[in-house]
Nanobody, 122 residues
Framework: QVLLVESGGGLVQAGSSLRLSCAASGRTFSSYAMGWFRQAPGKEREFVVVISWSGGTTYFADSVKGRFTISRDNAKNTVYLQMNSLKPEDTAVYYC???????????????WGQGTQVTVSS
């Protein structure tokens, strides 16, 4: 029900920061919970973080807790993932996704972006 396009990925050194953006089309953006997932080569796609439709509730995977933050600007139909203190283990394709409810399950997200590559070098 919504078209999502990620941007902001790139190649950075360990300890650096990146901010990913996910732009959504349509006027129903504010009714969705928005999540970020990531997939490293040879690995399953894993949950990173989710934010409620109001922006008032967030849940993070343990692997990124304390380093990543998520925010959304419903007026701009955009959700952001601020990644700090990046580690080589964070290297993956990052996907944003939309769900009608708060969830950390891939199956609960009905719309997905195309992904953006994040590579963290030592």
């Amino acid at each position: 029900q919504v078209l999502l396009v990620e941007s902001g990925g790139g190649l950075v050194q360990a300890g650096s920061s990146l901010r990913l953006s996910c732009a959504a089309s349509g006027r129903t953006f504010s009714s969705y919970a928005m999540g970020w997932f990531r997939q490293a080569p040879g690995k399953e796609r894993e949950f990173v973080v989710v934010i409620s439709w109001s922006g008032g509730t967030t849940y993070f995977a343990d692997s990124v807790k304390g380093r990543f933050t998520i925010s959304r600007d419903n007026a701009k139909n955009t959700v952001y993932l601020q990644m700090n203190s990046l580690k080589p283990e964070d290297t993956a394709v990052y996907y944003c996704a939309a769900s009608s409810r708060l969830s950390n399950r891939k199956a609960d997200f009905g719309s997905w972006g195309q992904g953006t590559q994040v590579t963290v070098s030592s």
